[in-house]
């Protein structure tokens, strides 16, 4: 035990006096816009903010990679990488990463034509009966009550590849709504109306279904990781800061422009 606390501190020491300690930060590289590779480099809402946070951690030198998500995890739980973002808490699941501060909230929300909710929709899935509602292929969105009134025969569900063919669906009339994260949904409708396949403003948000809290999960078996302690600190304090004084959500705005 005293050599390695003794190794711990000639580490510090040492790295402190030479250099910026070296860190991987890892994140889900298909998970657009929170999380993905474009050009080969991580970008995405969580990679922008977790940048800047660690912008303003000289101590440290952060690089960013990605993985698939079940890798990603699978590598946290062996101690194998310091974080993986974003994870949602889920600490029966995943007893072997820290959750400390989420970073943002995520909301599962449907979209439907302007049509379709000129007539407030508030409750979901009530308000949704005897219409058909998108659904990204294998995605297990909607929950429990949802899926009910789907066996029931009371909703029918269409599923597409993805958000983008979904969203086109739904601006052709081939389905009444399309159930997704809202930033993923905003992100794309941007991305159509660039490509003038959307004329945006055809589809309006209608009721909120869920909320998630994505965090920067950190490895409990974290013996390679000496600094791990004062590397959470910091990041913690910097991203309180950053959440109360609204840069995150200038952040989230302007990554969604």
Known sequence: MKIRIIAHLLFFFSTSLFAQIEVEIY????????????????????????????????????EF???????????????????????????KERPYMDYDVPILNEELVVFC????????????????FNLSIGNNAGFAAGGDAFWSAVKAKKISVQEAKGTPQNLLKLIAGRID??????????????????EAK?????????????????????????????????????????LKKM????????????FIK
């Open 27 to 62: 994140g889900d590289n298909t998970y657009p816009p929170y999380s993905f590779k474009e050009s080969g480099r991580m970008t995405g809402i969580y990679t922008i903010i977790l940048d800047s946070i660690f912008d303003q951690m000289p101590d440290y030198n952060v």
């Open 113 to 128: 034509t302007k049509g379709i909710l000129s007539k407030s929709r508030p409750n979901w899935p009530k308000d949704y």
């Open 177 to 194: 709504c399309y159930m997704n994260d809202a930033l993923s949904i905003k992100w794309e409708l941007k991305k159509l109306e660039s």
């Open 65 to 91: 990679k990605g993985l698939p998500w079940k890798r990603g995890l699978s590598e946290v739980k062996k101690g194998n990488i310091l974080a993986l973002y974003p994870p949602y808490e889920r600490r």
């Open 243 to 254: 959440k109360a004084n609204g840069e995150i959500q200038k952040i989230i705005n302007d």
């Open 198 to 238: 959307y004329d945006g403003v055809s589809l309006t948000q209608g009721a909120t279904i869920s909320s998630e809290q994505g965090f920067l999960g950190f490895t409990t078996n974290d013996a390679h990781f000496p600094y791990k302690k004062d590397f959470k600190k910091q990041y913690i304090n910097i």
